[in-house]
T-cell receptor, first 113, second 116 residues
């Protein structure tokens, strides 16, 4: 597709369950970013990928959060043992290089019951 | 650490009014980028503009204009003759030049409502 694609668009799960969020960046974009948007905290950086490696994981809030990227393309953000404070919109962005503007997907709205 | 402050939280104007969205930033780095993104009710963040710290020239694109002033660490955004379709949340953001990691530091956003 032409833009960044994220799935699912909405996810409702029970506290304590694990969830996986997927991001398919724009074809050819080597840089990929995950952000989280919540009412209380605004837009926060989580992790940056260059190719398949993640040189900056400084924004991951706890060790329950992890992410990987395979084939220099699709990325998966995994949250283990979800907590209610994990409820937020998770946004993925990609850019052709780290110096170019980032283009965002529509996000995954995660609700923890 | 970087910080972006958007002191205005909500602005409401009547269509055709001009409106300015303020953005003040903090960074100790001398090389950085500044951005504005628009988030309409549909939710997707839409890139509007990027300026680098070496270029203080103001920019105009149709009804949109941006005023970058390093002396006051501000990067303000003006919409001229606002339209209902301009209703959205607008985010100002900053990234550094360091390596290829251009992670964005965002302000809290300004909700703009344009009434017919």
């Amino acid at each position: 597709g032409a833009g960044v694609s994220q799935s699912p668009s909405n996810k409702v799960t029970e506290k304590g369950k694990d969830v996986e969020l997927r991001c398919d960046p724009i074809s050819g974009h080597t840089a990929l970013y995950w952000y989280r948007q919540s009412l209380g905290q605004g837009l926060e950086f989580l992790i940056y990928f260059q190719g398949n490696s993640a040189p900056d994981k400084s924004g991951l809030p706890s060790d329950r959060f992890s992410a990987e990227r395979t084939g220099g393309s699709v990325s998966t953000l995994t949250i283990q043992r979800t907590q209610q404070e994990d409820s937020a919109v998770y946004l993925c962005a990609s850019s052709s290089t780290g110096y170019q503007p980032q283009h965002f997907g529509d996000g995954t709205r995660l609700s923890i019951l | 650490a970087q910080k972006v402050t958007q002191a205005q939280t909500e602005i409401s104007v009547v269509e055709k009014e001009d409106v300015t969205l303020d953005c003040v930033y903090e960074t100790r780095d001398t090389t950085y980028y500044l951005f504005w993104y628009k988030q309409p009710p549909s939710g997707e963040l839409v890139f509007l503009i990027r300026r680098n710290s070496f270029d203080e020239q103001n920019e105009i694109s149709g009804r949109y204009s941006w005023n970058f002033q390093k002396s006051t660490s501000s990067f303000n955004f003006t919409i001229t003759a606002s339209q209902v379709v301009d209703s959205a949340v607008y985010f100002c953001a900053l990234s550094l030049f360091t390596g290829a990691n251009s992670k964005l530091t965002f302000g809290k956003g300004i909700t703009l409502s344009v009434r017919p």
